[in-house]
């Protein structure tokens, strides 16, 4: 693996791509420690040392990398992106000229993108007047100062602002890891942020009750949760592909044997993101509803991390996520047709609508797997932390499952290009 990463330096082109995508780390990372507009930094470190946070918060301020609790510019992550992609994919399914815009191609994709964009903005906006509006009063529980001190019309307009152009700019900077840096911008910055969570929440470990005998149980939970996520991700149902021979002038055409390449897990980390997204829309309802008001105790008693209906909502946002994504990223039908119209077909089955409903078949069966697995590795160290009295969010199921997933898929794109160059790759 050192080999390869000297590899990948010596490349020129990878390596402005390697130091480029950590240069947009590195000002995320900034981003997230710089006040917004009439936020006191003294009084915001005060509340961190001497108050909790509810855990959805907590959740919210983890994929941030900490910026949330920072009240930082960059205080909202990149969540709204997140929402506004759920947003924008689901309406697909209700609106024809969305999926008219789908199969457009590469200007359709562009103009769903600008659409998400500019929704992003707008839920931006919602979020930042919501974390303002909380920040003195539950954001931060049984704080005894108050962490935005001036809340004048004109310095909370100000703080919006601020934090809506602070979300813009994680936009703007995710996108350019994915055209000119290396694997997806979006996901490496939630992995940078929760990565970032890391060491603060072990030296709590280490000082808490039992900290070593904690600390090597976390480690080694962890290890064996990155062989499993490893191995599922690498594997695959390879469906074969016959071409039959064409002769075309003098030229004879396909007579080859392949194959179709069908992961367990098609949708990589995507849902137990897409699903924790949604779940913290309950959290904003708690905070604009009235604190009196039975559904509002009624939520904030039932969806912790720790509850039973949390987790059991978790879990079927998953698998409903997993299938969503899954048929918008795979077509069976579009595949069936490519094959026919290029001489294919998979050995026993007639070509055409048979090919689909077979292809249909296979990605059902193995989507049930994939999907309870993704439900299983995110919710297993959730439950076995909360029974061990551990509950930062830096433990959870969620995190885990975001790191390995993310990391092995970056390694995969830095081995596809060293592979392209002829070196020796990460992956055996």
């Not at 309406?91 to 199969?103: A, G, N, Q, S, T």
């Not at 998400?116 to 049984?142: D, E, H, K, P």
């Not at 949760?225 to 002038?249: D, H, L, M, W």
């Not at 849902?271 to 509803?289: D, E, K, N, R, Y």
């Amino acid at each position: 693996m050192l080999s390869a990463f000297v590899s990948a330096f010596r490349t020129p082109d990878l390596r402005r791509k390697l130091l480029f995508t950590l240069g947009i780390i590195v000002i995320f990372r900034l981003g997230t420690f710089l006040p917004a507009p009439g936020v006191s930094y003294r009084n915001v470190q005060q509340c961190l040392s001497e108050a909790g946070s509810a855990d959805l918060l907590s959740m919210l301020n983890m994929f941030s990398g900490g910026a949330m609790f920072q009240l930082s510019v960059f205080a909202l992550g990149i969540m709204p992106y997140i929402t506004a992609s759920i947003i924008v994919q689901l309406l697909r399914v209700v609106i024809p000229r969305f999926e008219e815009l789908h199969k457009e191609g590469q200007s359709g994709t562009a103009k769903l993108t600008q659409y998400t964009r500019y929704l992003t903005i707008g839920l931006a906006i919602m979020q930042s007047a919501v974390v303002i509006t909380v920040a003195n009063s539950s954001l931060f529980l049984g704080c005894t100062v108050d962490p935005f001190p001036d809340t004048s019309a004109g310095m909370v307009l100000m703080a919006i602002l601020t934090m809506t152009a602070g979300t813009g700019l994680i936009m703007w900077m995710g996108e350019q890891i994915t055209e000119r840096g290396v694997g997806n911008g979006m996901s490496i910055l939630i992995f940078s942020g929760i990565c970032a969570s890391f060491p603060p929440a072990m030296g709590q470990v280490l000082r808490s009750n039992n900290g070593v005998q904690n600390f090597i149980f976390i480690v080694a939970l962890f290890l064996a949760i990155t062989v499993v996520v490893v191995f599922v991700e690498q594997s695959q149902r390879r469906i074969p592909v016959q071409y039959a021979k064409r002769v075309i002038g003098r030229r004879t055409y396909g007579g080859s044997t392949t194959y179709i390449p069908i992961k367990i897990n098609m949708a990589n980390v995507i849902p137990v993101i897409f699903a924790s997204s949604l779940l913290s829309l309950p959290t904003m309802a708690i905070q604009f509803g009235d604190p009196n008001a039975g559904w509002v105790q009624w939520l904030s008693q039932n969806y912790n991390p720790n509850s039973a209906l949390y987790l059991t909502t978790f879990a079927i946002l998953i698998i409903f996520f997993a299938f969503f994504y899954t048929s918008i990223t795979f077509n069976p039908d579009e595949v069936a047709d490519n094959m026919k119209r290029y001489g294919g077909f998979i050995p026993g089955i007639r070509a055409g609508a048979p090919t689909a409903r077979y292809l249909k078949n296979v990605i059902t069966r193995i989507t049930w797997v994939g999907s309870f697995y993704l439900a299983t590795i995110a919710l297993i160290p959730t439950v076995i932390f909360s029974e061990m009295g551990i509950t930062m969010m830096a433990f959870g199921g969620t995190s885990i499952i975001i790191i390995v997933g993310v990391g092995l898929q970056t390694v995969k794109d830095i081995d596809a290009q060293l592979q392209q160059r002829h070196y020796e790759g990460f992956l055996r």
